[in-house]
């Protein structure tokens, strides 16, 4: 079997809140990776063969950064394709994982039922695909696997382990997540930067 392997990913270093509310010192940009379809092809067919065997019906992905790579995923396995969007309602910074997704409407309805692959680009804590799991699973789906090009640390693989739910990811490497308390970059006083 051939060995897909990730493109060297443009990486920023300092200080970076994460959409989980965990910070962490290093920033990966990889919106470039969609850039070329035809590139990127060939780690779309690695993912879907390694959630093809969890007998997805249907991938979803979070509409900011999961959502390309999971309609490309669904079109490889011939399955419905949905997506889950932000809702941005409180800000609850220093409370970690307070993102919540939401299935649009019109798709609400549509899932009931579906055995449903969640697919996001990039997984470190796991906030989007968590947040994606619980819209699903509140629209009567049920969660087949959670599928990423690149995992990032232990966390996410922790987290939906204890629920039973499996994680296929091409690459995993490390990436250091701290607690807001706990960061020592905080305590250094070195300033948030902004992620874009």
Partial sequence: MATHRLAP????????????GYHTDTWLT???????????????SALAARLEVHGPTAVCGPYAGGAFLAQAVATVLDVEFYYSERFVGDDLANTLFSAEYRLPAGLASEVKGRRVAVVDDAVSAGSSARATVAALEAADASIAAVGTFLLLG???????????VPVEALEQRTLPLWQPEECP????????????
């Fill in 9 to 20: 990913l443009p990486a920023r270093r300092g200080h970076f809140r994460l959409e989980s």
């Fill in 30 to 44: 990889l919106d470039a990776l969609f850039a070329s379809p035809s590139r990127v092809a060939p780690l779309v």
């Fill in 154 to 164: 232990d966390a996410a693989r922790t987290h939906f382990a204890a629920a039973g």
């Fill in 185 to 196: 970059l905080c305590v250094s006083r070195v300033p948030l930067e902004d992620r874009r």
